[in-house]
């Protein structure tokens, strides 16, 4: 009877997908394939259908095949993120509330503090795999390295993962002394790159292996493309730098305002909407012009690798349209969190050449950005790749959450579109089920229980009444959606949210902004509006209490965690990682002191 009731539902849900995607394929090929590409620390504008002054064709074909979404928000790092995007589940809830190189001992004592994915989740490549795809992951993982935490054993038939929050994208080895290999992983086992490694062509052609190991099979995949571009260190080939090396010539505050306009002109932002200025954005102007010079190319490196990731991206489309897979697959594209603003505000010193020299990089104006050459873009230019919302990477600001999400394929409804509803890292896997026509797992009995345990339930919402425009929000204005990622905090409701960011950029106050009218974070409604802040704190508050949220210790420094949790770990070269660490930090607190200066 089990088996019959099985037969009739997967006759009734391939008759469902047919109609949906308009195939006269059998059941088993009207299912699509989803591919779903995350960038790592892309900012909110740092793509061309995002306004976006970097070349970005393949993203922007995307764009014009599905929908944008111009108010999707994630987690400020990492971690978390991939943590909520595989699970719908809150990244406290997934043992994920941090990347595990940042959180306190005080905190690690409790079980959902770990930083790795707990076996209370279940992935979507487990859940689609169950249903027969083929489920491949190449890039970057993340969330554990032990045998039942490595992608093997969470759902994926094929891997080959980096396991760590980043590494070189040129060779083999940590960009952090806090690691003492750069940790690759193919199908559960350690492995080693090539010699002619470059991260994002190796990714794809990973994909493309993956994918056809079992073409002509007629089973659909699932294929998950995690990139190392653009987190540190910033990295390309020669031929895409080249074409940018005049285009930051202008600064970033030239840059921060020219993306601003045309988020404006696209329509992203209003037209009435004002952005802030960074407190540590630095004066362009007193710059001389060699250091002009090099902090152009920092950024211009920085836009090499988003094309060249865009480049490579267009070779793994090619590819599916040369074996007659395009018209069957779902794209989805977005990043994990905003843009990163770690790296010292002047590079080209003394001091960071030597900490550099020890970790085996240089940073040499002429070779910047190639083979052996660590680069970043620092907070001035992390702040205009956020443009034009306020804060970035590591923060509770827009410029830390909100990032692009694109959902595109021939067979979707929505083709050209852009949807302002709110939208939340949770809602992409139910989405992705859901397009892939399987059913989230349901409780039974009062339980939730999946593979012989108990997990915790999807908390985010379809996607695909948007996409097929049934409706034009998936949350009403009453529904508060709790974050909370290292002390800096977030409660979202409608049109409203509330934050709070810690120092050394932030001042560890609550704010109230409507973030429609008000993308760039400007006006504080909380005096004016006081009655709707009262009540979102205590939605954040019972927030806290249902997911277990814990306070940061006095004190807690995110940076400073990472060095010292490093220093754990190895405690050899602890000299060097305080030399980073100093690298990396004093720029904001010399920003944070002039702010109370003034």
């Excluded at 590409?37 to 970005?56: H, M, Q, R, V």
């Excluded at 979404?69 to 990244?91: E, I, K, Q, W």
């Amino acid at each position: 009877m089990k088996k019959l009731a099985f037969n009739l539902f997967r006759t009734a849900l391939a008759s469902v997908l047919l109609m949906a995607f308009g195939t006269a394929a059998g059941a088993e090929s009207s299912r699509p394939n989803i591919v779903f590409i995350l960038a790592d620390d892309l900012g909110f504008t740092d793509t061309a259908p995002y306004g976006s002054e970097i070349n970005t064709p393949t993203i922007s074909a995307l764009a014009a095949k599905g929908l944008r979404f111009s108010n999707y928000h994630t987690a400020g790092s990492c971690a978390p993120s991939r943590a909520m995007l595989l699970t719908g589940v809150d990244s406290h809830r997934a043992g994920v509330p941090n990347i595990p190189e940042m959180l306190p001992p005080e905190q690690t004592q409790h079980p959902n503090y770990r930083g790795v994915l707990g076996h209370n989740v279940v992935t979507i490549a487990t859940l689609l795999q169950d249903q027969g795809y083929h489920t491949y992951i190449a890039g970057k993982w993340h969330l554990g390295m032990t045998p039942d935490l490595l992608p093997s054993a969470r759902g994926f038939e094929r891997s080959f993962i980096m396991a760590d929050s980043g590494a070189d994208n040129w060779e083999q080895k940590p960009y952090l002394p806090i690691y003492e290999q750069a940790n690759w992983f193919a199908d559960g086992k350690r492995t080693t790159l090539p010699d002619d490694f470059y991260s994002s062509r190796f990714l794809i052609d990973k994909t493309i292996e993956f994918i056809d190991s079992n073409a002509g099979d007629s089973e659909p995949f699932f294929a998950y493309v995690p990139f190392q571009a653009v987190h540190l260190p910033v990295q390309a080939p020669q031929e895409f730098i080249d074409r940018y090396m005049e285009t930051y010539d202008g600064g970033w505050d030239e840059l921060r305002r020219q993306r601003y306009l045309r988020a404006v002109e696209l329509g992203l932002v209003p037209k009435n909407s004002a952005m802030v200025d960074m407190q540590t954005t630095a004066d362009w102007d007193a710059l001389t012009p060699a250091q002009k010079k090099y902090q152009a190319k920092r950024m211009a490196v920085y836009a090499a690798m988003v094309e060249a990731m865009d480049f490579h991206i267009g070779r793994l489309i090619t590819h599916l349209r040369d074996i007659g897979e395009y018209e069957n697959t779902i794209f989805v594209f977005t990043s994990d969190n905003g843009a990163e603003p770690n790296g010292p505000a002047d590079p080209d010193t003394a001091l960071t050449r030597f900490a550099l020299a020890r970790q085996g990089y240089e940073n040499d104006y002429e070779t910047l950005g190639l083979k052996g050459s660590f680069n970043s873009i620092g907070p001035s230019f992390a702040s205009a790749a956020a443009s034009p919302l306020s804060y970035y990477k590591f923060y509770s600001g827009e410029g830390g959450m909100r990032v692009p999400l694109i959902i595109a394929g021939e067979a979707l409804q929505s083709q050209s579109a852009m949807t302002s509803a709110f939208s939340f890292a949770t809602d992409l896997a139910p989405t992705i089920l859901e397009l892939a026509g399987t059913q989230t797992p349901q409780p039974r009995f009062g339980n939730l229980r999946y593979g012989g345990r108990e997990i915790e339930p999807m908390i985010g919402r379809s996607l695909v009444p948007l996409i097929e425009g049934e409706t034009t929000r998936v949350y009403d204005d009453h529904e508060p959606i709790g974050y909370e990622l290292g002390g800096n905090s977030a409660l979202f409701q409608g049109d409203y949210k509330i934050v709070l960011n810690r120092g050394p950029v932030g001042d560890g106050q609550w704010y109230l902004y409507n973030i429609v009218d008000d993308p760039g974070e400007t006006r504080d409604l909380s005096k004016s509006e006081s009655r709707r802040f009262q009540a979102m704190l205590s939605a954040f508050n019972r927030y806290t209490k249902e997911n277990g949220v814990l306070p940061v210790p006095k004190g807690f420094n995110a940076q400073q965690q990472v060095a010292l949790n490093g220093l754990r770990e190895r405690a050899g070269p602890a000299i060097l990682i305080g030399i980073l660490l100093l690298l990396i930090v004093l720029p904001f607190v010399f920003y944070a002191r002039a702010r109370r200066e003034q």
